[in-house]
């Protein structure tokens, strides 16, 4: 066996890349600028001869149509206020169909085997190279990938159809975050990374991180593509920071899948008070020692569970402390695609004394799970589903599973990514759906599992479902576990709690979308609405207000109602603190939620900016 001296490891460690689902051997090239653009909204699509002399207008990606202006301007009419007006913020434009996109490329040099990566598209995507069938893609929460095999030094053309129209039945009334009009908008363009990779004679193909605070230890498993002669080996480095913590001597490569394991005594705990990260670099080498690919994973070592009715994080108990998140980005229709966006949103929840973010009906991108790690946030994460007929159609369902797959693939390996559910308030065969829990289960421990996030179907909802790791209800058998049910007819008395509805439960209850007491409108929210949504909802209120000579009166309002909503919101958060057995709660919301009829349930505006209702340092 070959040995390796700590300078030379040193020297091997000096050109470490970021964490990627791709390769670590080749820099990626950026694909991102001035892409050729074609509206299609009748499906006639292109000549073969893909020239682009078919395109006459440009648009910057990543980016998406409202972001340029493009597509049929949408009237409102806010001098009449109508539930039609008030159901959420307007789109200024608006597009649905299919939208060509092409952009030529220079290579200075071969690529092997080269990847298009597109990151966050809605819906479905074809890709061409050259004229040439690259595949399909259709997920909403993972990077659309197109394999485009060999490409020569020179010129390339790169073609993308990207429909935005509805492919499968993931929502009712098109309500769930991952695709609405209600929150984020239907866009049609690409808003992440958009990158060229070369994997070369790829070898690693994934590595998922399973490691163990109480064990002291870390496995990595390891999915490896080619053949294996027994001339390639493996081997494993544990950094913190950029200190090697441990190291594993190279083991000949036997298998496409393999494990490296390694025991650390010292290993210290992420958690929200100490959200420390560790990162494991995985290496195929040669016989010679040269690196032939590479992956570096962080995570953290932490271990959740459920001990009763209690969750517990590295043993000790945990109460979570939530809000929900519904993809509400009012400035660009659509969620931050890099960490600073989502260190507002993050930093702004802690400093009101939350510790949880609950993604309704979506899965953030790569940047959200990379702020709350480093935070110490808990994420609990959604398939983006909500529907009352689960199991109606059967292509739906196979695009469901894919996108487990995908978020497995694609966000397992984060210490964040503590909770997943299935979606929410789901109705239809339950069968199916435990099915699928009970899979993901035993594919991937690192987290705490539900069928679903709440139920109104008969026998659901108000009791666990049998695959359940933790339970979020609004009620049990016994009772409602929220104000809603109780204030209209108890007043708050500041020294009841949940104790009777709970009693008998088996797992954790979470207390589900807790609050909704609605704010008067901030009509001094209007002027921050300088990106592709209008408020004109609010708006609307506004000019009925002036109507009425009453418009002087909206800041009392807001003040009165606000000081209410404040006063309920804390009833219903001390309720649940001081009733045993509660394992937290998810404000519904410390924001504003303006989709669904305007839903100024919040604190905090829809820009998580302070209303003047709560001051925090």
């Known amino acids: 066996?070959?040995?390796?001296?700590?300078?030379?490891?040193?020297?091997?460690?000096?050109?470490?890349?970021?964490?990627?689902?791709?390769?670590?051997?080749?820099?990626?090239?950026?694909?991102?600028?001035?892409?050729?653009?074609?509206?299609?909204?009748?499906?006639?699509?292109?000549?073969?001869?893909?020239?682009?002399?078919?395109?006459?207008?440009?648009?910057?990606?990543?980016?998406?149509?409202?972001?340029?202006?493009?597509?049929?301007?949408?009237?409102?009419?806010?001098?009449?206020?109508?539930?039609?007006?008030?159901?959420?913020?307007?789109?200024?434009?608006?597009?649905?169909?299919?939208?060509?996109?092409?952009?030529?490329?220079?290579?200075?040099?071969?690529?092997?085997n080269a990847l298009l990566s597109l990151e966050r598209v809605i819906w479905k995507t074809d890709c061409w190279i050259d004229g040439k069938p690259a595949g399909t893609q259709e997920s909403l929460i993972a990077p659309q990938v197109f394999k485009l095999g060999p490409l020569a030094a020179g010129k390339h053309v790169i073609t993308i159809r990207v429909d935005n129209r509805k492919q499968h039945d993931i929502s009712v009334n098109d309500f769930a975050h991952a695709y609405t009009d209600g929150t984020q908008i239907i866009w049609n363009g690409v808003i992440g990374k958009m990158q060229l990779i070369d994997i070369g004679k790829q070898v690693i193909n994934q590595v998922q991180v399973y490691s163990s605070l109480a064990n002291h230890s870390?496995?990595?498993?390891?999915?490896?593509?080619?053949?294996?002669?027994?001339?390639?080996?493996?081997?494993?480095?544990?950094?913190?920071?950029?200190?090697?913590?441990?190291?594993?001597?190279?083991?000949?490569?036997?298998?496409?899948?393999?494990?490296?394991?390694?025991?650390?005594?010292?290993?210290?705990?992420?958690?929200?008070?100490?959200?420390?990260?560790?990162?494991?670099?995985?290496?195929?080498?040669?016989?010679?020692?040269?690196?032939?690919?590479a992956r570096t994973q962080s995570f953290g070592f932490r271990d959740i569970n459920a001990t009763g009715n209690e969750l517990r994080i590295n043993d000790r108990p945990l109460f979570l402390r939530g809000t929900l998140e519904c993809n509400i980005f009012p400035l660009e229709g659509h969620p931050p695609m890099n960490t600073a966006g989502w260190l507002k949103v993050f930093k702004t929840a802690k400093a009101y004394g939350l510790n949880h973010l609950r993604f309704h009906s979506w899965c953030p991108?790569?940047?959200?799970?990379?702020?709350?790690?480093?935070?110490?946030?808990?994420?609990?994460?959604?398939?983006?589903?909500?529907?009352?007929?689960?199991?109606?159609?059967?292509?739906?369902?196979?695009?469901?599973?894919q996108e487990a797959e995908n978020i497995i693939r694609n966000y397992g390996n984060h210490p964040s990514f503590c909770f997943w559910s299935m979606g929410n308030e789901l109705e239809g065969d339950f069968g199916w759906l435990e099915k699928l829990v009970r899979k993901l289960k035993q594919e991937d421990n690192r987290?705490?599992?539900?069928?679903?996030?709440?139920?109104?179907?008969?026998?659901?909802?108000?009791?666990?479902?049998?695959?359940?790791?933790?339970?979020?209800?609004?009620?049990?058998?016994?009772?409602?576990?929220?104000?809603?049910?109780?204030?209209?007819?108890?007043?708050?008395?500041?020294?009841?709690?949940?104790?009777?509805?709970?009693?008998?439960?088996t797992v954790p209850l979470i207390i589900h979308e807790v609050g909704q007491y609605s704010v008067y409108p901030d009509l001094e929210e209007i002027k921050k609405y300088t990106g592709v949504l209008r408020p004109s909802n609010f708006e609307a209120v506004r000019n009925n207000?002036?109507?009425?000579?009453?418009?002087?009166?909206?800041?009392?309002?807001?003040?009165?109602?606000?000081?209410?909503?404040?006063?309920?919101?804390?009833?219903?958060?001390?309720?649940?603190?001081?009733?045993?057995?509660?394992g937290g709660f998810q404000l519904l919301d410390l924001h504003d939620f303006p989709g669904q009829g305007t839903a100024l349930v919040g604190i905090l505006n829809a820009f998580w900016d302070s209303k003047g209702l709560v001051l925090v340092d």
């Open 365 to 401: 991108p790569e940047a959200a799970f990379q702020v709350a790690d480093s935070l110490g946030f808990y994420l609990h994460v959604e398939l983006p589903l909500w529907v009352l007929t689960v199991g109606k159609d059967p292509k739906t369902l196979t695009y469901l599973e």
């Open 1 to 112: 066996m070959m040995q390796y001296s700590l300078k030379k490891t040193f020297f091997l460690l000096a050109a470490l890349v970021a964490s990627s689902t791709i390769s670590a051997q080749v820099k990626p090239i950026p694909v991102a600028g001035k892409w050729l653009y074609r509206l299609d909204s009748l499906d006639k699509g292109l000549d073969q001869k893909w020239q682009q002399q078919q395109f006459t207008n440009s648009i910057w990606l990543p980016g998406t149509l409202d972001d340029a202006g493009i597509g049929a301007p949408v009237k409102v009419d806010t001098t009449v206020l109508s539930k039609d007006i008030m159901l959420h913020l307007s789109r200024k434009h608006r597009y649905t169909g299919a939208v060509w996109y092409q952009r030529s490329i220079n290579l200075t040099s071969r690529m092997a």
């Open 545 to 582: 207000l002036r109507k009425k000579g009453m418009l002087g009166l909206a800041p009392d309002y807001l003040k009165a109602s606000g000081t209410l909503a404040v006063q309920l919101y804390k009833e219903e958060i001390e309720r649940a603190l001081k009733t045993k057995g509660v």
């Open 447 to 505: 987290h705490l599992y539900t069928t679903t996030t709440f139920s109104f179907q008969k026998g659901h909802g108000k009791n666990p479902d049998p695959a359940d790791d933790y339970f979020i209800t609004q009620y049990t058998e016994k009772g409602w576990v929220r104000g809603q049910g109780i204030f209209n007819t108890n007043p708050p008395d500041f020294k009841t709690d949940y104790s009777k509805a709970l009693k008998g439960t």
């Open 218 to 293: 870390v496995k990595a498993a390891i999915s490896l593509g080619g053949s294996h002669s027994g001339d390639t080996y493996l081997r494993a480095f544990l950094l913190s920071g950029k200190k090697i913590v441990k190291q594993t001597s190279p083991t000949v490569i036997q298998h496409n899948q393999e494990e490296i394991s390694l025991q650390v005594p010292e290993a210290q705990s992420w958690d929200e008070f100490h959200p420390r990260l560790y990162s494991l670099r995985t290496e195929v080498i040669d016989s010679k020692g040269q690196v032939l690919d």
